[in-house]
T-cell receptor, first 114, second 112 residues
Framework: QKEVEQDPGPLSVPEGAIVSLNCTYSNSAFQYFMWYRQYSRKGPELLMYTYSSGNKEDGRFTAQVDKSSKYISLFIRDSQPSDSATYLCAMGIAGGTSYGKLTFGQGTILTVHP | DSGVTQTPKHLITATGQRVTLRCSPRSGDLSVYWYQQSLDQGLQFLIQYYNGEERAKGNILERFSAQQFPDLHSELNLSSLELGDSALYFC???????????FGPGTRLTVL
């Protein structure tokens, strides 16, 4: 079983829809959580960073972390065709031998069609 | 543009060869990370350096090695290349050890 599970999709939605992307994890030692967006043949681009359970909002994006359920989500409101990309969740541990290492989900391919 | 630069963008080589990938972190960032991305394995952490010292290691093969130089740029050396080493190799950097990581554009390695 992988430490981080993410549904690869693909997910196809109409423009303006609310998109929900999710990851589950098994390692309770994960302390911080990130969402990256990756366009085809480009490097991952950081979207959101959270360190605690709860919600964090930035523009059209909301990141949600539930440490008790080992579940994180990214919501995209008013989705746009330019949001079409692969979304990767990532998690890290702030100490020990895994210091600095990010563990990524497989990524969810999202297409927003006009 | 994240501010992280990687060279070369593309690399095509043959099995058994050795290549060097180069990364320059964002100005002021002390940590450099290397990741490998393939279709079947996804994005996998290889190794981290912090201010010249190795800080964390992932499932990096013995044929692979890395170092970070005094000017903080880093190189990833891949030797005795195999077909399965074909992948995208990303470098990322961060100010400290566990801050948010900013990724470069990647080097696409093709081993024939």
């Amino acid at each position: 079983q992988k430490e981080v599970e993410q549904d690869p999709g693909p997910l196809s939605v109409p423009e303006g829809a609310i998109v929900s992307l999710n990851c589950t994890y098994s390692n309770s030692a994960f302390q911080y959580f990130m969402w990256y967006r990756q366009y085809s043949r480009k490097g991952p681009e950081l979207l959101m960073y959270t360190y605690s359970s709860g919600n964090k909002e930035d523009g059209r994006f909301t990141a949600q972390v539930d440490k008790s359920s080992k579940y994180i989500s990214l919501f995209i409101r008013d989705s746009q065709p330019s949001d079409s990309a692969t979304y990767l969740c990532a998690m890290g541990i702030a100490g020990g031998t895994s210091y600095g290492k990010l563990t990524f989900g497989q990524g969810t391919i999202l297409t927003v069609h006009p | 543009d994240s501010g992280v630069t990687q060279t070369p963008k593309h690399l095509i080589t043959a099995t058994g060869q050795r290549v060097t990938l180069r990364c320059s972190p964002r100005s002021g960032d002390l940590s450099v990370y290397w990741y490998q991305q393939s279709l079947d394995q996804g994005l996998q952490f290889l190794i981290q350096y912090y201010n010249g010292e190795e800080r964390a290691k992932g499932n990096i093969l013995e044929r692979f090695s890395a170092q970070q130089f005094p000017d903080l740029h880093s190189e990833l050396n891949l030797s005795s290349l195999e077909l399965g080493d074909s992948a995208l190799y990303f470098c990322a950097s961060s100010p400290g050890g566990t801050d948010t990581q900013y990724f470069g554009p990647g080097t696409r390695l093709t081993v024939l």
